[in-house]
């Protein structure tokens, strides 16, 4: 009885699907037939399969490989937000950030989002509607900077290099004197390009003409020295999936004025986070930006030895955590990279943004920053320079 009524309504529905479009396909409606009324989706059958999840070395430009003792602590059981011990390693987590940002900020905190989270909250905090800021713009964090601040309805005027170039004090000092904004936006690391701007000296000059500075660290956070407080930096904010080697999701920024919010924050990230800065601090700082440097040099002369050519001209200019290599000629970038990743399992990326098509990008961040994967990554380029030339297609 059961069956035949099953059957029937199977029919109706049939029916139906074939006099109107707005129907689901026949094979939900089929399969709502059998499993009762509600179930308009069938369960996936990708998902009855394992988690696949391959294992590769990440050297593009982040995320990059969590450490095992990172994995570990995000692996814990799950706490409350509000409990005790959650504030406990906040705190904590407030201790590591004041350490790497190297400053006294009381608001210095983990936003629960990536770096992208981090650059909106400081903007949103930082500028009101009909605020001029100024944005130095020589890749795309600068450009995406200029879109967000746009949004919130900021006059927003740009100080435009080529990517591979960085801003001088007088660069600065002249958009400064022209548009007197309320905030200048300015990347440290800039992973597009490859470039490591200079910060000596801008704090100073943003406020003696009445503007903030805010300036974005995702990329160098840990691998090139920053110190917020001595370089006057008024909002630094970075991200947790670079030199912290801590899974994307939550970004350190600080601010030297007030603000307040409250959330329910991604208690397991917080975890990993606050292991990633427990590793940085018992390393040291010194020790992380002088590793960093010392593993890009040794890429900086193989990458040479091989024929290849740096993007970032002067050497003082170079991102100890992303370097950028010249697309080299008679090579596809995206050949190349596909390459590493079929035959290596290596990544590394093409440029992005202003520099898409002109660069390969090679990240060596925190834990991935050795010279055992700098070889291993030269070995997979030298093999690639010699398959993927296109005069072989
Ligand atoms: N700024 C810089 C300099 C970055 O390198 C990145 C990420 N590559 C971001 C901002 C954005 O961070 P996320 O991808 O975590 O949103």
Redo the contacts with the bound molecule.
Sequence with gaps: MRRAVMGSASLVLRAAAWSSPRLPPLSFIRHRAMSGPNLWVPPPTVLQQPLAVPDRLLLG??PSNVPPRILAAGGRQLIGHVHKEMFQIMDEIKLGIQYAFQTQNPLTLAISG???CA?EAALMNAVERGDVVLVAVNGI?GERAADISERLGADVQQMVKSPGEYFTLKDIEQGLAQHKPAVLFI?H???SSGVLQPLDGLGELCHRYGSLLLV?S??SLGGAPIFMDQQEIDILYS?S?KVLNVP?GTAPISFSERARYHHTPPVNNFFSLREGLAILAEQGLENSWKLHKENCLYLHEGLQKLGLKLFVKEEVARLPTVTTIVVPEGYDWKEITEFLMNKYAIEITGGLGPSVGKVLRIGLMGYNSTKFNVNRVLHALKDALQHCHKSKM
């Design positions: 430009p982040g990536s770096g992208h650059m964090w990347t690391g800039e992973s974005d995702v990329a991200g999936q994307p």
